[in-house]
């Protein structure tokens, strides 16, 4: 009997083992096939200056020379570039584009730009940066985009509303687009007090002290230029966002405001539920919102909000 079991126990483990190897071989076919991406640093000097470095996300089979769109992607509050190159995994490859993630620049700080105007101007000079530090990386000027979240997005929103002729699209999400309330709703987050102390640095006072420093950082200051700048536009935002969580009176306010002064303007709100900025993910809805603009095959959105809480 002992024999016979010992015979069993060998040949289930022989079994589990061939398993395990098909498994394996499958995982790394599988990844074998999917197509890849190089992430390339560069260096490029900001504003005020200093050095900074951006990753370039490009697709491992690009043909040097080929034009390929370019998607600008300012990076969120207190987090920085590299964090903002694992949002796009191999989307690029999938959809055949380019990502620059910048590492920014603001007045003072670096991850916390908050829409400094130097900063802006810097995001809108990434497609000569990326030209100049890649000459083989042909841009396609005509199919220049810009997607962000939080930060990244009131970044994004802020392009739209400075550089219009340069974008032929862009996505905000989960953005921050009233600073001055920004400022007052820190009270209410973990490390409030050093987020206020950050952004009396960054912006140089506090909404009384500097109401002009603020309104030039908050696209809803903005909301005219964006609603006639002809860009088309996507803002995102979650009705139970914990970070930004006053949503309905920020990018859900912008909306209303975009549409009031021009009820023809190419902005489309996409409304849901998820945890702050996840649905700009490789696996979230980026690949969809990529497809709005003709970056990505055809992909499902997210389904409708049937109220907002």
């Not at 380019?98 to 809108?124: C, H, K, M, Y």
């Not at 979240?149 to 862009?170: D, I, K, N, V, W």
């Not at 920004?182 to 950050?198: N, T, W």
Request: aromatic share 8%; hydrophobic share 45%; net charge positive.
């Amino acid at each position: 009997m002992a024999i016979y079991v010992m015979g069993v126990l060998k040949v289930a483990v022989s079994l589990i083992g061939i398993a395990a190897t098909l498994c394996l071989t499958a995982t790394h076919s599988r990844a074998a096939a999917e197509p890849s991406v190089h992430v390339i640093p560069i260096a490029y000097r900001a504003h005020d200056g200093l050095m900074r470095r951006a990753y370039v996300i490009v697709p491992a089979d690009y043909r040097p020379g080929t034009a390929i769109p370019l998607v600008i992607s300012p990076h969120g509050r207190g987090v920085g570039a590299r964090v903002n190159v694992r949002r796009w995994g191999r989307l690029p490859a999938v959809g055949d584009f380019a990502v620059v993630n910048p590492e920014g620049q603001g007045r003072a700080l670096t991850l916390f730009s908050w829409g400094d105007p130097g900063e802006i101007s810097d995001l809108a000079r990434m497609p000569e940066i990326v030209d100049e530090a890649l000459p083989w990386l042909r841009v396609d000027r005509r199919r220049v985009y810009a997607f962000g979240c939080s930060m990244g997005g009131q970044e994004t929103l802020l392009l739209a509303a400075r550089f219009p002729h340069l974008l032929a699209g862009a996505a905000s999400f989960d953005a921050p687009t009233n600073m001055a309330a920004r400022y007052r709703a820190f009270v209410d987050q973990p490390l409030g007090a050093s987020l206020q102390h950050l952004a009396r640095i960054e912006i140089g006072g506090t909404p009384s002290t500097d109401p002009r420093g603020y309104a030039v950082r908050s696209p809803l200051d903005s909301a005219r230029r964006i609603a006639f700048a002809g860009v088309p536009l996507q803002i995102w935002w979650s009705s139970r966002d914990r970070v930004v969580a006053d949503q309905w009176d920020e990018s859900g306010r912008l909306y209303r405001m975009i549409k009031r002064l021009n009820p023809t303007a190419p902005v489309t709100e996409f409304v849901g539920a998820w945890a702050h900025t996840t649905e700009m993910k490789s696996h979230g809805y980026l690949p969809y919102a990529l497809s709005r603009f003709g970056l990505m095959p055809p992909r499902a959105g997210p389904p409708p909000l049937t109220s907002v809480v």
